[in-house]
């Protein structure tokens, strides 16, 4: 993660209560970076595409944009009063994850910050929810934010890959570590690394390519794994001088035991890495990082490869702005 310059936070007009905001305002008014307060709107019925465009749908549009304006001034107010920088904006564009996207990368945001609610299997299952495609196309580090007020020392609990296993580039343990560091020291707060292994998947792929029954040594298998796991993490961790009482060693599927842990350690935030895969590969393996956001108590940061960008077609795509 770069030095932080500009901070988007993504707005939610709707919502009564701005979690993302105000975690948004914090980090801008410890690191001094711009703030900037984005509602990302369209309707399907203004926008000229059901209809012919007329001037009673151009002055709606300008309305309804105008109305949204005066909701951002009156957000940024007290925020600039409390000396942080903050700039608005309204931006007219769809599907809204690309309208963010596109938006984040114009202004070259060093991190977008959003509210996260809970999202059913289904949303999932048919990709439409606007969090989970950010997590595949949004370049910026994403943060996405659950209904809970910061604590004062928050804990940083990182979730790491030092096997590679899930098709990230090695060097991206280093910049989830690099990140986590740095916005804990913002607050003051610790930074923790996990990192799960399972035996039960390695016994599977062993015993689906025997020819014959075989009788496994499955407490020979979960050792050998747990040392070689073992010795990767910590070197990762050493290196970035991650204490050993900090750095949690499991067996099990990471979805399940990254929640498990936060909630021991009520952790903040987790901070994990995910990377783009190919459209069918996605839709019937998904990602690490998908598969956990739901069962997180906590705020989820996700964190891209340094040469991740925003897939070009969705940067080309523009809605006609009203």
């Not at 096997?163 to 060097?171: F, G, T």
């Amino acid at each position: 993660m770069k030095k932080l310059s500009r901070v988007l936070c993504i707005v939610d007009p709707t919502a009564s209560n701005h979690y993302a905001m105000e975690r948004a305002a914090s980090l801008c008014s410890k690191s001094g970076a711009t703030l900037d307060l984005l509602i990302c709107c369209y309707n399907e019925y203004l926008g000229g595409q059901r209809f012919f465009d007329s001037p009673s749908l151009e002055k709606a549009r300008k309305q309804l944009m105008e109305e949204h304006l005066q909701y951002l001034e009156a957000l940024a107010r007290p925020l600039q009063e409390a000396g942080i920088e903050v700039a608005i904006a309204i931006h007219w564009d769809r599907p809204l994850h690309e309208g963010i996207a596109r938006y984040a990368a114009t202004i070259n945001a060093d991190l977008v910050i959003k509210d996260t609610h809970f999202h059913s299997a289904i949303s999932n299952t048919l990709m439409g929810n606007t969090d989970w495609q950010l997590i595949r196309c949004c370049a910026a580090p994403l943060w996405l934010v659950k209904p809970v007020s910061m604590p004062d020392r928050p804990i940083f609990l990182s979730a790491l890959d030092p096997m590679n296993e899930h098709d990230k580039p090695a060097a991206l343990d280093d910049e989830i570590l690099i990140s986590a560091k740095k916005i804990a020291d913002l607050y003051g707060g610790e930074v923790h690394a996990f990192h799960a292994y399972d035996p039960r998947a390695a016994l599977a792929t062993v015993t689906a390519n025997a020819y014959l029954p075989v009788s496994l040594p499955y407490d020979e298998i979960e050792q050998q794994m747990r040392e070689d796991h073992g010795r990767r993490l910590f070197e990762i961790t050493k290196y970035h001088s991650i204490a050993d009482d900090h750095t949690h060693l499991v067996a099990g599927r990471t979805e399940e035991e990254l929640s498990l842990l936060a909630s021991k350690l009520n952790a903040a935030v987790v901070v994990m890495g995910a990377i783009a895969r190919t459209r069918l590969k996605r839709l019937f393996i998904g990602s690490t990082a998908e598969r956990t956001l739901d069962r997180l108590p906590c705020d989820l940061l996700i964190i891209k490869p340094d040469w991740f960008r925003t897939p070009a077609a969705i940067l080309h795509h523009r809605e006609a702005a009203a």
